[in-house]
Nanobody, 118 residues
Framework: QVQFVESGGGLVQPGGSLTLSCAAS????????MGWYRQAPGKQRELVAS???????SYADSVKGRFTISRDGAKKSVYLQMNSLKPEDTAVYYC????????????WGKGTLVTVSS
């Protein structure tokens, strides 16, 4: 049984900052990639940022230079520092964890809402 605790979403004004946190617990091992996806109303879910256990980073072009992803392997946690937020960043943000090995799995958190509005 795998559980995620996501936090940090909320309402922020344009230009503001938020930090999202996601901690995985339970029967989850051999984490390979941890990341954040988002889904805005009427749009498909898209990758925001990801980080592998080797430290390889990936960012959506729309967030490069503004968002920073990091992880704490020991705590099975991933973080997303979001700066210079724009109204178009408004979405539900989902934590994603991919494990490796013969029983590789793809896990999703329940999501946390980020609203950027004045």
């Amino acid at each position: 049984q795998v559980q995620f605790v996501e936090s940090g979403g909320g309402l922020v004004q344009p230009g503001g900052s938020l930090t999202l946190s996601c901690a995985a617990s339970g029967n989850i091992f051999s984490i390979y990639v941890m990341g954040w996806y988002r889904q805005a109303p009427g749009k498909q879910r898209e990758l925001v940022a990801s980080i592998t256990n080797g430290g390889r980073l990936s960012y959506a072009d729309s967030v490069k230079g503004r968002f920073t992803i990091s992880r704490d392997g020991a705590k099975k946690s991933v973080y997303l520092q979001m700066n210079s937020l724009k109204p178009e960043d408004t979405a539900v943000y989902y934590c994603n964890v991919v494990t490796s090995g013969l029983n590789a799995m793809n896990y999703w958190g329940k999501g946390t809402l980020v609203t950027v509005s004045s």
